[in-house]
């Protein structure tokens, strides 16, 4: 069962989130099926970490924007912890 809310449409009252994963794969199937669900901006970006210079230490990542309901966040966390990734709540800070 899914308690995220159904995802209408997105409004100026969104927010945007950060998956961040370690496998291409992973974070284009979580993409594709965050797009099924009706999500209406998903897209998957290749995140560099803090120091890394080298292109082989990116991640991937899936940038989603949500309407503003906590439980997408909760969610999204829970989902980057099960697949060894982690979660960023804030990404343009």
Request: hydrophobic share 40%; proline share 8%; aromatic share 6%.
């Amino acid at each position: 069962m899914n308690s995220t809310p159904a995802a209408d449409d997105v409004t100026d009252d969104s927010r945007e989130h950060l998956i961040v994963l370690p496998e291409r794969e992973l974070a284009e199937s979580l993409a594709d099926d965050l797009e099924a669900e009706g999500l209406p901006d998903v897209k998957v970006v290749r995140e560099a970490l803090a120091g890394e210079d080298d292109s082989e230490a990116h991640e991937w990542a899936v940038y989603v924007r949500t309407p503003s309901d906590p439980a997408y966040a909760v969610r999204f966390e829970a989902l980057a912890a099960a697949h060894d990734g982690w979660y960023d709540p804030d990404p343009r800070d």
